[in-house]
């Protein structure tokens, strides 16, 4: 039988160990310790782990934190919602047990590569009872697997069903297969009102200097600058990044990570945080002043050096992360849809959730883009 345990640190187990339950994982033990020696207030990180004598089985990283039920909320709803919330501070907001993390692009559970789907099946039966379990004695009345990809998914429904989770739709990821060669094959595959506006936009190369780096103790004021500028302007808001965050990414994987900046006139207008493991490049977060990096087109140049960084690196596919689908549908992505399953332990509790739940769905651009 396994031994589950939750560890309150990654230093408390083996890197080897953590790894190799989540081969090919891009975000792995050193994304994830930098993420939780950061300090990201508000946010406990903890890892439910399942073992069998010293090795470990299963893992997945999880958190718990006071969750506001308007998070994933806009507009309208975003609206009626801050009104209520100061009439009554404390009614939206719960406790909440969370598997997988807030900086992650995708939940991930790992499995030891020498169980069989079997033994995965009945393990992840185990490992919910035991989470819902560690919730209780956190007095965590919500419960929660955050971005579950729908691969995922599709292997393992039969075992959320069996514990009662409830779904909604979670932020889709989004990707981009560099099987070209060069930009001028990737911009003529897209449609001709696409083609003709990048072309467009590329002209503003000219007026930019872009740096790559590994180290930004000296400009690290700045880019939380636009880090703010950047997070004002959206609605959607969960974790709030910290300088320790982006030193932290930086530090822990000097070999798979780096910060591209943007300048015009000297002036640092844009930051893009980026890690990869030699296949895939990940767009961690891009932050830019608001005014003059449209200006300049900074979101999308910034895309098209992405792109050139993986064709000149033999990266072959481009993850761009969460939110603006959009322009990444135009500009040829495709998306992995993701679920967020829930648990609330009161069962009343649980069907107003569900009801409720088209109405915290996490995006609406997946079900326009469908």
Same mark, same amino acid.
């Given at each position: 039988?396994?031994?589950?345990?939750?560890?309150?640190?990654?230093?408390?187990?083996?890197?080897?160990?953590?790894?190799?339950?989540? =081969?090919?994982?891009?975000?792995?033990? $050193?994304?994830?310790?930098?993420? #939780?020696?950061?300090?990201?207030?508000? +946010? &406990?990180? @903890?890892?439910?782990?399942?073992?069998?004598?010293?090795?470990?089985?299963?893992?997945?990283?999880?958190?718990?934190?006071?969750?506001?039920?308007?998070?994933?909320?806009?507009?309208?709803?975003?609206?009626?919602?801050?009104?209520?919330?100061?009439?009554?501070?404390?009614?939206?907001?719960?406790?909440?047990?969370?598997?997988?993390?807030?900086?992650?692009?995708?939940?991930?559970?790992?499995?030891?590569?020498?169980?069989?789907?079997?033994?995965?099946?009945?393990?992840?039966?185990?490992?919910?009872?035991?989470?819902?379990?560690?919730?209780?004695?956190?007095?965590?009345?919500?419960?929660?697997?955050?971005?579950?990809?729908?691969?995922?998914?599709?292997?393992?429904?039969?075992?959320?069903?069996?514990?009662?989770?409830?779904?909604?739709?979670?932020? =889709?990821?989004?990707?981009?297969?560099? $099987?070209?060669?060069?930009?001028? #094959?990737?911009?003529?595959?897209?449609? +001709? &009102?696409? @083609?003709?506006?990048?072309?467009?936009?590329?002209?503003?190369?000219?007026?930019?200097?872009?740096?790559?780096?590994?180290?930004?103790?000296?400009?690290?004021?700045?880019?939380?600058?636009?880090?703010?500028?950047?997070?004002?302007?959206?609605?959607?808001?969960?974790?709030?990044?910290?300088?320790?965050?982006?030193?932290?990414?930086?530090?822990?994987?000097?070999?798979?990570?780096?910060?591209?900046?943007?300048?015009?006139?000297?002036?640092?207008?844009?930051?893009?945080?980026?890690?990869?493991?030699?296949?895939?490049?990940?767009?961690?977060?891009?932050?830019?002043?608001?005014?003059?990096?449209?200006?300049?087109?900074?979101?999308?140049?910034?895309?098209?050096?992405?792109?050139?960084?993986?064709?000149?690196?033999?990266?072959?596919?481009?993850?761009?992360?969460?939110?603006?689908?959009?322009?990444?549908?135009?500009?040829?992505?495709?998306?992995?849809?993701?679920?967020?399953?829930?648990?609330?332990?009161?069962?009343?509790?649980?069907?107003?959730?569900?009801?409720?739940?088209?109405?915290?769905?996490?995006?609406?651009?997946?079900?326009?883009?469908?």
């Amino acid at each position: 039988m396994p031994e589950f345990r939750v560890i309150n640190s990654l230093h408390d187990i083996e890197k080897q160990q953590w790894d190799v339950c989540f =081969p090919g994982e891009v975000e792995n033990y $050193d994304y994830l310790l930098a993420i #939780e020696e950061s300090a990201l207030a508000g +946010f &406990s990180f @903890r890892y439910l782990t399942a073992w069998q004598g010293s090795t470990l089985q299963s893992g997945t990283p999880m958190f718990v934190t006071d969750y506001s039920l308007d998070t994933t909320l806009q507009g309208v709803g975003r609206k009626l919602t801050s009104r209520i919330k100061n009439a009554f501070p404390k009614l939206l907001t719960t406790k909440l047990a969370c598997l997988g993390s807030p900086c992650t692009e995708q939940g991930a559970i790992g499995f030891h590569p020498r169980l069989n789907e079997q033994e995965k099946n009945d393990l992840l039966v185990e490992m919910f009872a035991y989470f819902e379990t560690y919730a209780a004695a956190q007095a965590c009345p919500l419960l929660a697997a955050k971005d579950i990809p729908e691969p995922f998914q599709h292997r393992f429904s039969k075992q959320f069903q069996a514990a009662r989770f409830s779904t909604c739709p979670g932020m =889709p990821t989004a990707w981009l297969d560099i $099987d070209f060669t060069s930009i001028d #094959e990737y911009l003529g595959r897209l449609s +001709f &009102s696409a @083609r003709k506006d990048m072309r467009r936009k590329l002209r503003s190369f000219h007026r930019l200097h872009i740096e790559y780096k590994i180290d930004i103790k000296g400009v690290l004021p700045e880019i939380m600058t636009l880090y703010y500028d950047t997070r004002n302007r959206s609605e959607w808001q969960f974790e709030e990044l910290t300088p320790g965050y982006f030193q932290g990414v930086l530090a822990h994987m000097p070999e798979r990570s780096f910060c591209t900046l943007y300048y015009a006139e000297d002036q640092l207008l844009a930051a893009n945080l980026l890690i990869h493991d030699g296949r895939t490049l990940i767009d961690k977060f891009f932050c830019m002043n608001g005014e003059r990096g449209r200006q300049h087109n900074l979101y999308f140049l910034s895309w098209f050096t992405n792109i050139g960084y993986c064709l000149e690196r033999g990266l072959t596919r481009y993850q761009s992360g969460q939110a603006y689908y959009e322009n990444k549908l135009r500009l040829g992505s495709r998306l992995t849809r993701n679920t967020i399953y829930f648990k609330h332990r009161n069962f009343f509790a649980q069907g107003l959730l569900r009801f409720a739940a088209p109405l915290l769905s996490a995006d609406d651009t997946l079900k326009k883009s469908a």
